[in-house]
């Protein structure tokens, strides 16, 4: 046995042996210690440290490193604003419901989320079997008809996906509109279907840059993310290799220029010295992931508080029949008009906290742990198009709920993409059949 090889069996026994320590960790803090305010800030701690350690094992993966980066990002802010500072900065009318037990319960259920799903980021599977292939790597095809189709439906949903009376104003809003992420799936359909397309290629360029002025000018920041970083991963990824130090570095000044605009949006006619002021003063505090952590509180209270079962279930059918005619399809806006107020989120673990209390954030990691490896450890044009969407859209169903994972991605997605996979294969097929009645020698009369 070489030395290389007894390193590495090491390595990944000492990693198992971690693993295996942080999930007890995890569970005796969810189920010993007391379901008490003043233990947030040890809550928080924990919450912190697991996120940051997901990061450094996926480092090595580029698609993998995004995603837990941003997992990582929205649990430091929650972590350290809502947990060690208590929600310093938060409003007041949040406060009542965030000094009740049901804010330690949702604390807690990350801490579980995180301790169950580490269990599957394994460092054997990392090193031999989880794919990370840049957008240069993807063999892309090419078909206009797709490609034009698409591209005239993004601009379409760029015209249709604000409710611009609901954003308009200055306090914070929820958009859960979900044409907004479907306009980032048909995106990547069309830079998929659009390879040696010039004209389609520019105007995709224009159509993120648009996209992303638009959803600034609503105030919507993680919609202007989500294409920043699909523009990253499509055009960029390949040319910059990203790093733990590099990802820092993108969030200081992400979390920077996210706090001005809020401030701004709060009140335009301040200054400019007491704007960048008050954002300094917040820090890690991040006012979409701060309310998107009061409506999973409200989430987490409804279970405690009412019976959930069948409004959880009718929550899941909607993922496959749609939700347009269902009050359930959005479970934040359902518990606000029946039961506590909010504006709107909820982060992936308190859906499954809704229904099914500690149990459901188990079997939630689980759905996620699972889906998580599968998708990474195929080549396949499907999995790649998963793996590119998965991290991009992961603001939108880590912090506004897992709609948007399993019915945008693996459902809409697939339905699409599958279409658009069947219409090529006919348009290949057709063409060949035309060149083979050109090419073949007339039978004589």
Known sequence: MSVLTKKYKLTNLTIIYVDILLLILSLLIVFLIKDNVENLPTIGVFIISLSIYLCFKVRKN????????????????????????????????????????????TAKSIILFLGILNLFITHSWLNNKAISINSNEIERKENPIIAYMGTIAMYAILLLGYDTSALSGGSYVSNSNPLIEYAIVIYVIVWFYSSKNISINILLKIYATLYILYSLSFG?????????????????????????????????????????????RADSNIEISSIINNALQRGMYSDTVSYSYY????????NHLDDTYLPFIEYLKSWIIGGS?????????????????????GLYTSYFYFGFGYLG?????????ISIRNVYS??????????????????????????????????????LIILCLTFHKLVIKEKRTERYMVNSPKQST
């Not at 990582?72 to 900065?89: R, Y």
């Not at 820092?248 to 401030?263: Q, R, V």
């Not at 606000?336 to 989120?345: I, T």
Request: glycine share 6%.
């Open 62 to 105: 580029e698609k993998l490193l995004f995603l837990f980066a941003i997992i990582g990002f929205i649990n430091v802010s929650i972590g350290l604003s809502d947990g060690i500072l208590k929600g310093i900065h938060v409003a007041l009318w949040q406060i009542p419901l965030r000094e009740t037990v049901y804010n330690v319960y």
């Open 361 to 369: 954030v188990i079997l939630g990691a689980l759905l996620l742990g």
């Open 378 to 415: 195929h080549k396949g044009s499907l999995a790649i198009i998963y793996q590119i969407l998965i991290p991009v859209l992961s603001i939108r169903w880590y912090l506004y709920g897992p709609t948007s994972l399993y019915r945008s991605i693996f459902i809409v997605s697939t339905i």
């Open 220 to 264: 919507d920041r993680s919609a202007a993310f989500l294409m920043i970083l699909l523009y990253y991963l499509l055009y960029f990824g390949k040319r910059y290799k990203l790093t733990i130090s590099k990802l820092l570095l993108l969030a200081i000044i992400a979390i920077s220029l996210s706090n001005f605009m809020a401030e701004i």
């Open 325 to 345: 005619n269902s009050e359930f399809s959005n479970l934040a806006n359902f518990v606000k008009d029946n039961h506590l107020y909010n504006v709107g989120g």
């Open 295 to 302: 409506a999973s509180i409200t989430l987490t209270a409804t």
